[in-house]
């Protein structure tokens, strides 16, 4: 009988009938196929009624689990009996029933043969229980024949622990005392009525283990069982020591610590410092990251477990992602796919139902069956991000190609491009087969540094462009970063009309004809370096015989920039100049800043750069060897930059109010813009604007083009220090000190309106700043607060006359907000 809906075990259950509900990694139902075919029982009739297909599709007919099955399927509920009889036309011979969803390992040939030596009608297989109040009580005399039936009784009406296990050996004439086409339960009405009529129903006590899996602390229970060996069911895997089991493929590092008992399933990954603790269990493709914590849990298939994640007494449903420092107390329980913020804590006893969120930071209290804590948005702050084949795989970036495809003219053309990795190869094998089945065409750069990317996309050919690339200091996450025809960052409105087609699934699906193709352009680094060089004053630049000493970060920039140092004449020494991804993933920019400072003053070099490996953003080091902070930077470019004329220069609405002295005490003027990379680069193509610089280290300069070039910038810098003359030690030593300082404040998301709009009204009259967030004049400093966009946090940006003022205000700041948040 595989027909229940497992209420009980909900959310477990919520989408996946109960028989198929894993016990030490296999489903309930196989481990009683295995016991009926030890019994050489192995014509099976199953009885479906929720989700019947789960169970169909496992099993098949049964000959791959050396038994053969049929299945007989009910319309609607029709009780313990009722779904026998409805199976009734396979049944002509004497016939054992048992339950799918028990874990059991009795032995089934004592019934039988109590059944057969009785000549009984019916046979129950009976078993004493501590607690026999959920179940139904049988009374037999000395001979086993069955006195008196009771179910589910009170304390006052147990006259016995001995109990019905469900497990029955029936004779085909018992359908004459089922009625067909109703609801009939066997405990409640068949046996009691075969009882009074007089009928031979016996009791048969079994020996072995058995369990009704019906609750959550029952389902937690026969894990234990099973890893103590008190229930003898096959387990999968090899043992390496008593009580811990092992699947094939699993990455143990030696350094974590499996206290057992414990069973790890399939192609599983445990990192350094994990602790698997006692009557853990994990599925198959579970990955445990550094410094997690388990101890009885039952996890289930394709869950991610970040770093430092703390879970005791919880199950997961399948492909769950928990993240780093989330932690689950007693009872804890997460239905299917459910995602699980870094830093959330879920209480005693919480239910979050399948395909929920918890935001990050959240404190859970209660159970999560209808909404969410927190929504995932498809696009992030740079682009749509995540764990490498966890959160991003080539399902989900098929999805999306198709999204944003179908958004776009059948037959336009998209530029691609991708970093060295792995990782980015093989999502964008699968975006690109997505754009292609919308009809849309791909120009393939293949491996390219984002700005080449960017320059290809605004070709007169292309509708955008798209690059996939590891994220910075994360070598287990990728970004899916989308660009429209000018080679921007696509606006949050593009944004929105790609995940509204994403979520309605209304993808665009062409013929085969009009399936689009894949084309590799010409000569892509050439004309990127004509165009850099054709905003330069290359004789001047020639004239000044700059000496650069340039560290490549392994990136993809090490392709690029030869071709347009060749154009400046300059002489160049050339660090981790060839392409590596393991190596780019050990980008350490301030690290290498201070390898090429050493450089720089041995060589007796002009400049030093450290290129980031997408080849967007540099770190300077000027001839004397001083590493320039990302402040410094900016201010250093601006400098120069008004040395030549009056200028307009757009930085975000968090940058120093230096730059205003810099660049209005030549005539030149300053806008203020959000904080976005967008908003930045957008400014950059806005009449005037020759400038655009970020607070980390990034340049747009609006004749070569509207997003971040590390290549450009370089010959940018080089050309204004040819033109005026100046060395870049003495233009940071023009600079004035500089005293801005940066908090977090954790804030609840339902929060973040009431804080921004309580400060608003507090400050109202100080005239303040409202660009992006609130900045607030404070004497000769200023204050901004910003919501953070991806997290439950409130950043806080201050300025002051100098450290201890601007102390001060952060602390006033922090103060004020968590109070307000409260």
């Not at 229980?129 to 179910?151: H, K, Q, S, W, Y």
């Not at 603790?277 to 970040?306: F, K, Q």
């Not at 290498?592 to 060589?603: E, F, G, I, K, P």
């Not at 680069?681 to 607070?695: K, T, W, Y």
Request: aromatic share 6%; charged share 25%.
């Amino acid at each position: 009988m595989a027909g229940g809906q497992g209420t009980r075990l909900r959310p477990l259950t919520s989408n996946l009938p109960k028989p198929m509900m894993p016990i030490a990694n296999r489903p309930m139902m196989e481990h009683v196929v295995d016991l009926l075919r030890s019994h050489g029982l192995t014509d099976i009739v199953v009885t479906l009624a929720f989700l019947p297909d789960a169970i169909r599709n496992h099993f098949g007919d049964g000959s791959e689990f050396g038994v053969r099955i049929t299945y007989v399927t009910e319309d609607v509920p029709l009780g313990t009996a009722g779904s026998v009889r409805n199976a009734a036309h396979l049944l002509d011979e004497t016939f054992l029933v048992i339950s799918g969803d028990v874990l059991t390992d009795v032995d089934l040939g004592t019934v039988i043969e109590t059944h057969r030596e009785n000549e009984a009608l019916a046979t129950i297989g009976l078993t004493p229980v501590e607690n026999p109040l959920e179940f139904g009580i049988v009374i037999t005399d000395e001979r086993g024949a069955i006195e008196r039936f009771l179910e589910k009784p009170t304390w006052g009406q147990v006259f016995s622990d001995t109990i019905n296990t469900g497990i029955f050996v029936l004779e085909p004439e018992i359908f004459d005392h089922i009625e067909e086409g109703r609801p009939v339960d066997f405990s409640g009405e068949v046996f009691p009525a075969l009882l009074e009529a007089g009928e031979p129903i016996f009791g048969s006590v079994v020996e072995g283990y058995w369990e009704d899996v019906g609750t959550l602390d029952s389902y937690l229970r026969v894990h234990a069982d099973v890893l103590d060996r008190r229930a003898h069911v096959v387990v999968p895997g090899f043992a390496i020591r008593e009580g811990v089991w092992l699947g094939e493929g699993v990455d143990l590092d030696p350094e974590a610590v499996i206290e057992g008992p414990a069973l790890i399933g399939d192609n599983c990954r445990i990192e350094a410092r994990a602790r698997l603790g006692p009557y853990t269990v994990l599925g198959s493709n579970v990955r445990v990251r550094e410094g997690t914590d388990l101890e009885r849990v039952v996890i289930g298939d394709h869950t991610y477990l970040g770093h430092n994640v703390d879970l005791k007494g919880t199950v997961t449903g399948r492909s769950c992602d928990i993240r780093d420092g989330a932690r689950a107390l007693e009872g804890a329980v997460l239905g299917d796919e459910c995602f699980i913020g870094a830093g959330a804590s879920l209480a005693e006893d919480v239910k979050v139902f399948p395909f929920k969120t918890v935001e990050a930071g959240a404190v859970v209290n209660s159970s999560i069956v209808w909404e969410s804590r927190g929504a995932r948005n498809l696009f992030g702050r740079d682009g749509v991000s995540g764990l490498a084949n966890v959160d991003l795989t080539p399902e989900l970036a098929v999805r999306v190609a198709m999204a944003w495809g179908s958004t776009l003219p059948r037959g336009s053309t998209v530029v691609a491009s991708r970093d060295t990795s792995r990782s980015s190869r093989a999502l964008k094998r699968a975006l690109m087969a997505g754009l292609n089945c919308t009809g849309v065409n791909v120009l393939d750069l293949e491996a390219q540094s984002v700005p080449v990317t960017r320059f290809m996309t605004r070709s007169p050919v292309a509708a955008g462009g798209v690059t996939i690339r590891l994220v910075e200091g994360d070598p287990d996450s990728v970004v899916m970063r989308f660009f429209d025809d000018r080679g921007l960052d696509i606006t949050e409105a593009r944004q929105r009309s790609i995940e509204r087609v994403f979520q309605r699934e209304d993808y665009r699906r062409v013929m085969p004809s009009a399936i689009g193709e894949i084309n590799v352009p010409s000569r892509p680094l050439e004309r990127y370096a004509a165009a850099i060089a054709e905003t330069l004053d290359l004789d001047a630049i020639g004239a000044r015989a700059h000496k650069i000493v340039i560290d490549y970060s392994h990136g993809s920039t090490a392709l690029v920039l030869p071709s347009v140092l060749a154009k400046l004449e300059a002489e160049v020494l050339a660090v981790n100049p060839y392409v590596s991804t393991v190596k780019a993933m050990e980008y350490n920019p301030l690290a290498q800043a201070r390898r090429v400072a050493d450089l720089v003053r041995t060589s007796g070099a002009d400049i030093g750069v450290v290129m980031d490996p997408d080849g967007e953003h540099l770190v300077m080091v000027d001839d004397t060897g001083h590493v320039l902070d990302p402040i410094h930077s900016l201010l250093a470019v601006c400098l120069l930059l008004s040395r030549t004329g009056p200028h307009t220069v757009a930085v975000p609405v968090a940058a120093t109010a230096q730059v205003e002295r810099i660049v209005e005490s030549t005539g030149g003027e300053v806008r203020r813009v959000p904080m976005s990379t967008g908003a930045l680069q957008r400014a950059a193509l806005r009449d005037g604007v020759e400038l655009a610089a970020s607070l980390d280290d990034g340049f747009i300069f609006a004749d070569v083009g509207g997003g971040y070039d590390a290549a450009a910038t370089l010959a940018k810098v080089l050309e204004l220090l040819a033109r005026t003359g100046l060395k870049l030690s003495e233009v940071v030593a023009r600079l004035e000190p500089v005293h801005v300082l940066t908090e977090a404040v954790p804030t609840p998301w339902d929060a973040k309106g009431q804080v921004m709009r309580r400060l608003v009204e507090q400050f109202g009259a100080r005239d303040p700043v409202l660009i992006d967030g609130i900045r607030i004049p404070h004497g000769k400093g200023w204050v901004l607060v910003l919501p953070d966009p991806g997290e439950p946090l409130t950043r806080i940006w201050a300025e002051g006359p100098d450290d201890a003022a601007t102390r001060r205000l952060i602390e006033e700041y922090t103060r004020r907000i968590a109070e307000l948040a409260r």
